[in-house]
């Protein structure tokens, strides 16, 4: 019997693709994960940024992510950790990679030491370490030594994703898009805001989800009031 398929390309797997099909079946294979999914209002953090957008162009919803993840993360440190084997890591530095879509797939910037910078350092570090990726100049330092990972798919109008872990690390949190959504208030009325759901995973090796349910929460919080977990007046 002949393959009747008409073949408009073919080629070999390499490269980033081949990197990155390694990571996810190292991922899938070795480490038992965990997910879940909840949406928050995000109106605080979207009018946070036109208003630092307005001091700095850099500044984005993702960076503003990036910072209040790092202020939860000196809160939860064990979600800021990775296991190697038999060895569980809890680390000081909070080097947060985010994912950027690039044709050939997802690659990683790490924007290290985010528990020391403002906003404006991290947006400043994080959009030339995004434009240095895209014209391949970016060194390998700046993709590797994360503890903790952020994915943003709501430029892309997804409403959720579930995330794979970014090996070795014990947690990483996915980012859908923003919706208007009727909401019922704890007084019960009713009120329109701007939702978006984020979903994390674990490795239940390492902790459960009784921790990252924790992280969540704490995270919420500073959602909600993100000028004052970012040091801003």
């Known amino acids: 019997m002949t393959d009747s398929k008409r073949v408009k390309e073919s080629y070999k797997i390499s490269g980033t693709r081949k990197f990155i099909g390694k990571k996810m079946t190292e991922s899938l294979r070795d480490y038992p994960q965990g997910s879940g999914s909840i949406y928050f209002p995000v109106d605080a953090v979207l009018d946070l940024k036109d208003e630092l957008k307005a001091q700095n162009p850099k500044v984005s919803v ?8 790092a202020e939860a993360l000196k809160e ?7 296991l190697i084997g038999d060895e569980f890591f809890i680390y000081d ?40 990726l895209k014209t391949k100049k970016l060194g390998m330092e700046d993709m590797m030594g994360s503890t903790y990972t952020i994915s943003n798919m709501g430029m892309l109008e997804i409403d959720q994703v579930t995330p794979f872990l970014n090996p070795p690390e014990t947690g990483i949190m996915a980012i859908g898009t923003t919706k208007k959504q009727l909401v019922v208030n704890d007084d019960d009325t009713t009120s329109i805001k701007r939702m978006a759901c984020f979903s994390v995973t674990i490795n239940h090796a390492a902790i459960d989800g009784f921790h990252s349910g924790l992280y969540l929460k704490t995270f919420k919080k500073h959602l909600l009031d993100p000028k004052s977990f970012m040091g801003l007046k």
């Open 62 to 69: 993702t960076s503003i992510f990036v910072k209040l993840a």
């Open 76 to 82: 939860h440190p064990l979600i800021n950790s990775a």
């Open 93 to 132: 530095s909070i080097n947060i990679a985010v994912g950027i879509g690039l044709p050939d797939g997802i690659m990683m910037v790490v924007v290290k030491e985010a528990q020391d910078k403002d906003i404006f350092q991290i947006s400043d570090e994080l959009q030339d370490m995004i434009a240095k």
